[in-house]
């Protein structure tokens, strides 16, 4: 089951929203993971730090068996 993160704005970017539910400690650590390819964005790989991750979306990371649901 997803974990719910509530925004208040338009969106996020998903290095910000990784930091911001606790996933990594630091902006730098939620770069390096996504530049891996290891973050999934609605079912696709995305490498994209700065991407918009809007209510609705869906972030999964496998390696650790993490799914957000941007609500």
Same mark, same amino acid.
């Given at each position: 089951?997803?974990?719910k993160i509530s925004i208040t704005g338009?969106?996020?970017k998903?290095?910000?929203l990784? +930091?911001?539910a606790g996933i990594t400690e630091t902006g730098g650590i939620a770069k390096e993971i996504v530049q891996?390819?290891?973050v999934k964005v609605n079912g696709e790989t995305c490498t994209q730090r700065g991407k918009k991750?809007?209510?609705g979306? +869906?972030?999964r990371?496998?390696?650790i068996d993490v799914e957000l649901e941007v609500v």
């Open positions: 089951m997803a974990e338009e969106y996020i998903l290095d910000s990784l +930091k911001f891996q390819g290891k991750i809007r209510r979306d +869906k972030v990371i496998d390696e």
